[in-house]
């Protein structure tokens, strides 16, 4: 039976923290052993007081790497223990813990990488706003440009991968705003990735990290990380 | 360039190069670290002490006083300085990021270590 570990980081999420592991608990298993860590990535609010009061599975970093570095120690843990599917979930309640034995199925079936996406199919009504959107599309084109692959929510941090990216990962795993530059290191090594349709719900709780001026900011980021990535990661070709 | 000047510049780098001794001795800097600096004041006095040498040299490069040459290389070796340090800061994240995951997962291992006692 073929064990998956979900990897929550979890920043200032002290109202949402429980509910999101009850939901991956409430999963119905029948092929796969289901396990979690959640990331506390120094979190500033009472997120580690609700973790060690409801006996939560959980990792304290002493301090705040921000999400690539949480999600990293949760693949470094994946690692340690010998999972065989290594599952992101984020901990807003954002993403909808329905969909992971569709992820693990995907990747049983022989994908590298599944993503969640909220872009294929007409499952997810939350599909973000305009301007977001705008830029998740430039990304996408850009990616489709240097990968040759057109991945849709690129920006998607639900995600499952085998035991070979957790290894990878495990190692290297960029440190902030990470999704779209290791798609585009995974997609240059030739790794089979698959988009399957999601349902992604609005956030009730907490900031997202992406806003206003920052956004600007983060595209430039972003687009730079695509191309260094593209450059620097060697292919089979 | 007048000698006033050279005299005060002189007189800079020499405090300046007392204060690095000063905290290598009370162990805040790293003597690694401090050569390079000690090799900047050390430069910025031989060409402070060399100006009528440099003259001819000012002038052929195309400079048109000796001590706009002495700031325009001054500065380009600070640049020098700063990228270093960028880079060895760069490396230093990498490290410190390295660690705390390290840290993070062995607290948990300990944890449940404990719990089984």
């Not at chain 1, 920043?11 to 991956?24: M, R």
């Not at chain 1, 599909?127 to 850009?142: A, T």
């Not at chain 1, 795993?173 to 995974?186: C, F, H, I, K, R």
Request: proline letters at 2%.
């Amino acid at each position: 039976m073929q064990r998956v570990l979900m990897i929550i980081p979890a920043y200032n999420e002290e109202k949402s923290i429980l509910s999101v592991v009850e939901n991956i608990k409430k999963v119905k298993t029948k092929d796969f052993m289901l396990d979690y860590i959640v990331v506390n990535d120094g979190s500033k609010d009472k997120t580690r007081e609700v973790l060690i009061k409801n006996k939560l599975n959980f990792i304290d970093l002493p301090c705040n790497l921000g999400i690539g570095g949480a999600v990293q120690t949760g693949y470094k843990y994946a690692f340690y223990h010998d999972y065989d599917i290594a599952i992101q979930f984020d901990g807003d309640n954002q993403h909808d813990a329905s969909f992971i034995p569709d992820l693990v199925t995907n990747i049983k079936k022989g994908n590298d990488l599944v993503i969640g996406s909220r872009f294929v199919g007409d499952l997810s009504e939350f599909k973000s706003s305009k301007l977001r959107r705008m830029g998740i599309n430039l990304l996408s084109g850009i990616i489709k440009i240097c990968t040759g692959v057109k991945i849709y929510d690129v920006t998607s941090g639900y995600r499952a991968c085998n035991k070979k990216l957790i290894s990878y990962f495990a190692n290297n795993y960029p440190v902030d705003y990470p999704e779209p530059d290791s798609l585009v290191q995974v997609l240059k090594m030739k790794y089979k990735v698959r988009e399957i349709p999601v349902i992604m719900h609005k956030r009730k709780t907490g900031k997202s990290s992406i806003n206003g001026f920052k956004s600007i900011y983060y595209m430039i980021k972003v687009i730079l990380a695509i191309i260094i990535a593209d450059i620097s990661t060697k292919g089979d070709d | 360039m007048s000698i006033r000047l050279i005299i005060f510049l002189i007189i800079f780098c020499l405090v300046f190069g007392f204060y690095i001794f000063y905290n290598i001795f009370k162990r805040k800097l790293s003597l690694q670290y401090s050569l390079m600096w000690f090799s900047y004041i050390i430069l910025m006095i031989i060409a402070l002490i060399s100006t009528p040498i440099l003259g001819s040299i000012t002038n052929f490069i195309g400079f048109e006083v000796i001590s706009n040459m002495i700031f325009f290389f001054g500065f380009i070796i600070l640049m020098i300085i700063s990228f270093v340090l960028t880079k060895f800061l760069s490396s230093q994240k990498e490290k410190i990021t390295t660690l705390t995951q390290e840290v993070g997962i062995l607290k948990k291992e300990l944890a449940k270590y404990h719990e089984k006692d």
